[in-house]
């Protein structure tokens, strides 16, 4: 898939290494650690929940899954 930049969101096949490089959105800086979710977290989204994911202690991303959101 094709990076949304307007969004901010691409699906990838793949983890990318980590580091300041260039990535699917442009260079990044970060440590390239990989947040996981269970299956319980994905059937909260479905369920119109949010998940507040903590990025190194420093900044706060919030996830939703909206049904009426079309890529």
Sequence with gaps: MHPDKK???AILEAMPEAGPEESIF???WGSGAA?????QEIE?????????IDVECEY???IQFRKDVEV
Aim: aromatic residues 4%; without cysteine; charged residues 25%.
């Design 7 to 9: 969004r901010g969101v």
């Design 26 to 28: 442009g260079k990044r």
């Design 35 to 39: 947040i996981q979710i269970s299956r």
């Design 44 to 52: 909260a989204l479905q369920d119109g929940k949010i998940l507040a």
């Design 60 to 62: 706060v991303v919030y």
